[in-house]
Antibody
């Protein structure tokens, strides 16, 4: 069955770089796209970016200068790197499968990232 | 960029009532809207896609409608388990912007 699971450090210091991994199973990254979505505590959802099945990427313009999404298809993993972290980047980070361009049908459980010294 | 505005921000409804919540896009998005339900501590779950298509396994008391800039999610005969946040999202074209959400409480 389709599964996504996020992993990464729970605490990052301000100005440092966040690195997260999304490990997927039950589908191929060469046939499906994956997005990252984040949610600050008590707030709404923010689409961050996507890596398409062909390997190209697309980013939220508000994050584009700090964000990079990549993948390793052999390991069924998608990576998120975001630099210059600030306290406002504290959030739950989700990876989710984008079914073609239609909808986000499967989501990981999310990983909480706190930016603090 | 397209802005998705949801209203109301919160609502309190009794079990068995009908509830309607709204999502307004700042530009024409045709029928390219999805709705998600998120309960505390959980990931969002897809309810509706392309404005009116119910996703697999979603109860038929959930109905989506609308086209262009104005969209509605209706829940007929609300159940206690429907207490959650509901988000609309633009789909089909990036950025896949979410609305700010509507909180549904059950009295």
């Amino acid at each position: 069955q389709v599964q996504l699971k996020e992993s990464g450090p729970g605490l990052v210091q301000p100005s440092q770089t966040l690195s997260l991994t999304c490990t997927v199973s039950g589908f191929s990254l060469t046939s499906n796209s994956v997005s990252w979505v984040r949610q600050p505590p008590g707030k709404g959802l923010e689409w961050m970016g996507a890596i398409w099945s062909g390997g190209s990427t697309d980013y939220n313009s508000a994050l584009k200068s700090r964000l990079s999404i990549s993948r390793d298809t052999s390991k069924s993993q998608v990576f998120l790197k975001m630099n210059s972290l600030q306290t406002e980047d504290t959030a739950i980070y989700f990876c989710t499968r984008l079914w073609y361009l239609d909808y986000f049908d499967y989501w990981g459980q999310g990983v909480m990232v706190t930016v603090s010294s | 960029n397209i802005v998705m505005t949801q209203s109301p921000k919160s609502m309190s409804i009794s079990v068995g009532d009908r509830v309607t919540m709204n999502c307004k896009a700042s530009q024409n998005v045709y029928n390219n809207i999805a709705w998600y339900q998120q309960k505390p501590g959980q990931s969002p779950k897809l309810l509706i896609y392309y404005a009116s298509n119910r996703y697999n396994g979603v109860p038929d008391r959930f109905t989506g409608s609308g086209y262009g800039t104005d969209f509605t999610l209706t829940i007929n005969s609300v159940q206690a388990e429907d207490a959650a946040f509901y988000y609309c999202q633009r789909i089909y074209n990036s950025p896949f912007t979410f609305g700010s959400g509507t909180k549904l409480e059950i009295k």
